[in-house]
C-alpha cells in the first residue's frame, strides 16, 4: 500500500511521469534541451555542444521533440539554407525538471572513467 500512496503523492494521476518521460528519456534529449535554454540553436551548433552525438541521432530527437510540441523548427530562405531551434512556451516549462536534474547529479556526481 505505501507504494501507492507515494504514487499519489508524486503523480496525480497514474502515467504523469511516464508519459513525461517518453518525451524526454531518449538518450541525448535532455542535453539537446539544455542548450536550448539558452536560445535557438542552428544543427551544426547542437551538434557540437550536445557532443558525441551521431548526426542521424540528432536529427531523430530534434523530429520527437518538435512532434511532441517541445521545439519549433524554423527554416529561413537564404543562401545558404538557415534552420533553427528553438523551445516553445511547454518546452521551457521542463526548465525546473533539468534543474533539478543538475541538482542531483551535482550532489551525487562521480567522474565516469
Known amino acids: 500500500m505505501k507504494s ?24 541525448w534529449t535532455a542535453l539537446i534541451l539544455r542548450d536550448l535554454f539558452s536560445g535557438p540553436k542552428r544543427f551544426c551548433e547542437l551538434e557540437k555542444s550536445v557532443g558525441n552525438i551521431n548526426p542521424r541521432t540528432l536529427s531523430q530527437r ?39 536534474m543538475a541538482a542531483w547529479g551535482t550532489k551525487h556526481y562521480q567522474a565516469i572513467g
Open 62 to 100: 530534434l523530429d520527437d521533440l518538435e512532434e511532441h510540441g517541445i521545439i519549433t523548427r524554423r527554416s529561413f530562405s537564404e543562401v545558404p539554407p538557415r534552420t533553427e531551434y528553438a523551445l516553445t512556451a511547454k518546452g521551457k516549462d521542463l526548465l525546473p525538471v533539468l534543474k533539478q
Open 4 to 27: 501507492s500512496s507515494v504514487t499519489t503523492s508524486l503523480e496525480p494521476k497514474v502515467g504523469c511521469i511516464a508519459s513525461a518521460m517518453q518525451i524526454i528519456g531518449n538518450k
